[in-house]
């Protein structure tokens, strides 16, 4: 069974500018959450794709968009960058709910630089 | 914003001693869990407590909940040098389906 992987891994971007990362999710999951690491913190929810619907969505500008795809693969978009938004971005995918008990299982991430 | 608040931010203990990290978060919850970090990559799970459940144990592992002072601590018994990580509690709010609320975590350095 192959886990989360996400790419690219590293990149640096300017500010203003677009940056598109990817995510393809375990095999037999269906859920596909991204999450946003700044430096010294935790992991802060952006939001969560079921079916290839958003299905909540944390505190982020409408800047923060994304999709995911028939085969549950997903990605997340960031225009106008800022310098804030540097940070290292997880994805994770879960399984078809089981009430109360949903493990996640994290990508190793894309670390995006803003100058 | 971040629900759970863990406790220490820093530990560091020699290898064979046992460590005990605390977590305490504010709303109602499905379930707790925590994660393991190392160096800035991927989370992996450790262990999954349900809000109906009190202690669990995994291996070198033990999780307790108390909903009512909503606090969890994890326990890692005769810890090793390869447990040198930053450890998070995630909390599932009720009816949150899976979106995971972490705290700012806990760095453990285990002395060889």
């Known amino acids: 069974e192959t886990g989360v992987t996400q790419s690219p891994t590293h990149l640096i971007k300017t500010r203003g500018q677009q940056v598109t990362l990817r995510c393809s999710s375990q095999s037999g999951h269906n859920t596909v959450s991204w999450y946003q690491q700044a430096l010294g913190q935790g992991p802060q929810f952006i939001f969560q794709?079921?079916?290839?619907?958003?299905?909540g969505r944390g505190n982020f500008p409408p800047r923060f968009s994304g999709l995911q795809f028939p085969n549950y693969s997903s990605e997340l978009n960031v225009n106008a960058l800022e310098l804030d938004d540097s940070a290292l971005y997880l994805c994770?995918?879960?399984?078809?709910?089981?009430?109360?008990?949903?493990?996640?299982?994290f990508g190793a991430g894309s670390r995006l630089t803003v100058l | 914003s971040q629900q759970g608040e863990e406790d220490p931010q820093a530990l560091s203990i020699q290898e064979g001693e046992n460590a005990t990290m605390n977590c305490s978060y504010k709303?109602?919850?499905?379930?707790l869990q925590w994660y393991r970090q190392n160096s800035g990559r991927g989370l992996v799970h450790l262990i999954l407590?349900?809000?109906?459940?009190r202690e669990k144990h995994s291996g070198r592992l033990r999780v307790t909940l108390d909903t009512s002072k909503k606090s969890s601590s994890l326990l890692i018994t005769a810890s090793r040098a390869a447990d040198t990580a930053s450890y998070f509690c995630a909390t599932e709010p009720a009816g949150a389906n899976s979106k995971l609320t972490f705290g700012k975590g806990i760095t453990l350095s285990v002395r060889p």
């Open positions: 794709y079921y079916r290839e619907e958003e299905n």
């Open positions: 709303t109602s919850i499905n379930n």
């Open positions: 994770a995918s879960s399984p078809s709910r089981v009430t109360g008990a949903n493990v996640l299982t």
């Open positions: 407590i349900r809000s109906n459940e």
